[in-house]
């Protein structure tokens, strides 16, 4: 018979994976009313997604007595309802969704703000790269770009480069103080790199041609030469550049045969 771990755990499981909890798997099983459990599941679901809403579309959320759009009033909406059979809490595709869910809703507000766009484009990333699954506890030692000499970087999955119109850190914080009129943002080209370490710290940080060129080419076979040449980078610079990226959780090295 299972244990009480393995059957608490696939109770988490059938609560957090509507999918999962739709299957003959779980119903098979009859460990608990299948109405209460759906009813759980989607209180959860909402609690679940509230806080990240609130959290990651906060700035979208200051600006909603001119937009008339509330990020987390999409929680009540019949859109997220028929989300409800397909959700898995946690999950990078989930995020996607319910992050488009909301951008959807905020942009068809009643007043343009002109970075609007942009401003979404930024919360839904940080919120798509804050999902998925994470390291729980410390592995071996963290190693530097300089120690991996003849392994490849590649980009971890889900890191995100935002090119964008305006230049967003400049107005962010403004967007968190009092404010009578919208604070604006100037109109200048920005580049900005969302990562996630594996423990699931989300950064930011602007970032250039160059290291748009890394990003893009560390595929995990790739020399540091042939990246170095890649990105008209000296290989010197790549090293610091690379130490930087692996910091923020955005390159790691795949070991070599």
């Not at 098979?28 to 990651?56: C, K, M, Q, S, T």
């Not at 404010?179 to 930011?204: F, I, Q």
């Given at each position: 018979?299972?244990?009480?771990?393995?059957?608490?755990d696939d109770v988490i499981r059938a609560l957090a994976d509507a999918p999962y909890r739709a299957s003959h798997a779980w119903r098979r099983r009859?460990?608990?009313?299948?109405?209460?459990?759906?009813?759980?599941?989607?209180?959860?679901?909402?609690?679940?997604?509230?806080?990240?809403?609130?959290?990651?579309?906060?700035?979208?959320?200051?600006?909603?007595?001119?937009?008339?759009?509330?990020?987390?009033?999409?929680?009540?909406?019949?859109?997220?309802?028929?989300?409800?059979?397909?959700?898995?809490?946690?999950?990078?595709?989930?995020?996607?969704?319910?992050?488009?869910?909301?951008?959807?809703?905020?942009?068809?507000?009643?007043?343009?703000?002109?970075?609007?766009?942009?401003?979404?484009?930024?919360?839904?990333?940080?919120?798509?790269?804050?999902?998925?699954?994470?390291?729980?506890?410390?592995?071996?030692?963290?190693?530097?770009?300089?120690?991996?000499?003849?392994?490849?970087?590649?980009?971890?999955?889900?890191?995100?480069?935002?090119?964008?119109?305006?230049?967003?850190?400049?107005?962010?914080p403004k967007l968190l103080q009092p404010w009578t009129d919208v604070p604006p943002a100037p109109e200048?080209?920005?580049?900005?790199?969302?990562?996630?370490?594996?423990?699931?710290?989300?950064?930011?940080?602007?970032?250039?041609?160059?290291?748009?060129?890394?990003?893009?080419?560390?595929?995990?076979?790739?020399?540091?030469?042939?990246?170095?040449?890649?990105?008209?980078?000296?290989?010197?610079?790549?090293?610091?550049?690379?130490?930087?990226?692996?910091?923020?959780?955005?390159?790691?090295?795949?070991?070599?045969?």
């Amino acid at each position: 018979m299972p244990s009480d771990r393995a059957l608490q755990d696939d109770v988490i499981r059938a609560l957090a994976d509507a999918p999962y909890r739709a299957s003959h798997a779980w119903r098979r099983r009859e460990l608990a009313d299948p109405g209460r459990v759906e009813r759980y599941a989607r209180f959860l679901a909402r609690h679940f997604y509230y806080e990240r809403i609130v959290h990651f579309f906060k700035y979208s959320r200051a600006l909603t007595r001119v937009t008339g759009r509330a990020p987390e009033a999409v929680l009540t909406s019949p859109a997220f309802d028929a989300l409800l059979p397909t959700l898995v809490l946690g999950s990078r595709e989930t995020a996607m969704v319910v992050a488009r869910l909301v951008t959807g809703h905020v942009a068809a507000g009643r007043v343009s703000v002109p970075y609007l766009a942009d401003l979404l484009r930024y919360e839904e990333a940080m919120m798509v790269v804050e999902a998925g699954p994470r390291v729980w506890r410390d592995g071996s030692p963290a190693e530097g770009a300089g120690s991996r000499d003849r392994d490849a970087p590649e980009t971890v999955e889900g890191t995100v480069l935002l090119d964008l119109v305006y230049d967003l850190p400049t107005v962010l914080p403004k967007l968190l103080q009092p404010w009578t009129d919208v604070p604006p943002a100037p109109e200048r080209r920005t580049k900005l790199l969302v990562a996630r370490s594996p423990h699931g710290r989300v950064a930011v940080a602007k970032s250039d041609e160059s290291v748009a060129a890394v990003i893009e080419l560390a595929d995990g076979k790739r020399t540091l030469e042939e990246l170095a040449r890649g990105a008209g980078l000296p290989v010197a610079e790549l090293h610091q550049t690379l130490q930087g990226l692996v910091d923020l959780g955005a390159v790691r090295f795949s070991t070599g045969s």
